[in-house]
């Protein structure tokens, strides 16, 4: 199995945004492709920057549309929110037109949303001894790759005939040093979903899981909030 993030170079290509730029739309949004996706995730992003909360989206759709690396976005429409102190009321109102939307408060500092049946049986994996190395410990895109690379996560891949879309990414490695967020150097006995939402909380962005079938494709990667 390929494992799915390579970084190029010390050089960042999307996957971090400013929340603070620009101002929300003041007319309903439709988003329905991976342009619009980041779009939506600009949004989202300013929602949970506020209440300085972390996000987890799970997304499903058809892989007949799909584009290269990307799994297809579904089609969803998001009303910009008033202000408000709370993420939760705000996200909520983001996608109250949607039938198929949840958002919910998954545990304290983390807002999940889910757009469709999200076919994730593979993150209920239990993984039994999660080591990160160092560079993994300080970096969310090679922690997660460390965690879809464990044993646990390739044996219920295999089992279940899920395959991992292979994303070339080139970003900036953060060295390990006093004083930036961090993972611990071992988790025992975490759920891999448990395990990604380690990731958003303890760096304060996006954990975005899309899956597609037929066949069985999952994506996995990390959106970094940023209030500079």
């Known amino acids: ?21 620009g101002k929300a739309s003041s007319s309903p ?10 779009d939506m995730l600009k949004d989202l992003g300013r929602a949970l920057s506020s209440t300085h909360d972390a996000g987890r989206l799970y997304y499903s759709s058809n892989c007949s549309s799909a584009a290269g690396d990307i799994i297809p976005f579904p089609a969803v429409v998001a009303i910009p929110a008033p202000g408000s102190t709370d993420s939760l009321d705000t996200i909520q109102h983001m996608f109250r037109e949607n039938s198929d939307v949840v958002v919910t408060r998954a545990k304290r500092g983390l807002i999940s949303v889910e757009i469709g049946y ?19 410990q300080f970096n969310p895109l090679l922690a997660i790759g460390a965690i879809e690379n464990t044993k646990e996560m390739q044996g219920a891949m295999r089992m279940l005939g899920v395959h991992q879309i292979l994303r070339v990414a080139a970003y900036a490695l953060v060295p390990p040093a006093n004083g930036w967020p961090h993972l611990p150097t071992s988790v025992p006995n975490l759920n ?9 909380t303890t760096f304060k962005g996006i954990v975005v899981y ?16 940023t209030n500079q």
Not at 2 to 14: D, K, P, Q, S, T
């Open 1 to 21: 199995m390929m494992l799915r993030h390579i970084g190029l170079a010390l050089l960042v290509i999307g996957g971090a945004f400013n929340c603070q730029n």
């Open 29 to 38: 949004q439709r988003y329905s492709n991976s342009v619009a996706q980041t």
């Open 118 to 136: 999200t076919a994730n049986a593979v993150l209920k994996t239990k993984i039994h001894l999660m080591d990160f190395s160092p560079l993994q």
């Open 192 to 200: 891999a979903d448990q395990l990604l939402d380690l990731v958003a």
């Open 210 to 225: 899309g899956a597609c079938t037929p066949p069985s494709l999952i994506d996995i990667h990390f959106v970094q909030i």
